[in-house]
């Protein structure tokens, strides 16, 4: 009996931390995509801009690259949190199975 009841939480674990992990990246994708766009606007008011003065450019250039790295660090800080969901979910499993055999070896020796 515990085999099977193991069998199920160990079997669940990675499941949850795979959805996660998919949801991490639907918001990473989403995160570059909005930023792609963002600097696909800029690129076409540029464009759009008769006079284009060198201390504009570098303004621009500095902003595209603090935004890459917020994008970035965002990322990493969703990948920290999932990571630790992740780690949460194993320990409460193994305390789970833990449990159960405790209360098996208890029904046991009351049996006995």
């Known amino acids: 009996m515990l085999g099977a009841t193991a069998a199920v939480t160990t079997a669940g674990v990675p499941e949850s931390g795979r959805k ?33 003065n060198q201390p504009h450019q570098q303004l621009q250039g500095e902003q595209e690259a603090i935004s890459q790295r917020q994008c970035q660090q965002q990322q990493q800080q969703q990948e920290q949190q999932q990571q630790q969901q992740q780690e949460a979910q194993e320990l409460h499993s193994q305390q789970g199975q833990q449990l159960q055999g405790q209360q098996q070896q208890q029904q046991q020796q009351q049996q006995q």
């Not at 570059?32 to 464009?47: A, D, M, P, S, Y």
């Open 20 to 52: 996660a992990r998919s949801m991490g990246l639907r918001r990473q994708i989403r995160c570059c995509k909005q930023w792609l766009l963002q600097r696909h606007q800029q690129q076409q008011g540029k464009q759009g801009a008769i006079s284009q």
